[in-house]
């Protein structure tokens, strides 16, 4: 059974830094790429970094260009999300992503979001 399980959100000061975690399980994390989406009250799921199953090319949103850091580590089938500078704009549920099948480019997978797995989400709230 595929399982995506994130972690780690959590109260932070403007400017200040987080790290979401997501756990995987049932399938094998080095086949597939993945991605870290988020939803703003309001509004629809962004895809804000998204890497290929080969981990050769990541994908950044503009707004979170140089901010934000996407890792993987396949031995421990482990996703994460570094955060910096944290901005009010940032507050969001954050969900981590894999797909196997049907892996175009990144920036593809990140705006048409063709991922079938996802998390159940964590919240980043606004920073204060």
């Known amino acids: 059974q595929v399982q995506l399980v994130e972690s780690g959100g959590g109260l932070v000061q403007p400017g200040g830094s987080l790290r979401l975690s997501c756990a995987a399980s049932g399938f094998t994390l080095e086949e597939h790429a993945i991605g870290w989406f988020r939803q703003a009250p309001g509004k629809g799921r962004e895809g804000v970094p998204c890497n290929s199953n080969s981990d050769t090319s990541t994908y950044y949103a503009d707004s979170v260009q140089g901010r934000f850091t996407i890792s993987r580590d396949n031995a421990k089938n482990m996703i994460y999300l570094q955060i910096n500078s944290l901005r009010p704009e940032d507050t969001a549920v954050y969900y981590c992503?894999?797909?196997?099948?049907?892996?175009?480019?990144?920036?593809?997978?990140?705006?048409?979001?063709?991922?079938?797995?996802w998390g159940q989400g964590t919240q980043v709230p606004f920073p204060s």
């Open positions: 992503v894999a797909e196997s099948s049907g892996i175009t480019t990144v920036k593809t997978m990140c705006v048409v979001k063709p991922f079938s797995s």
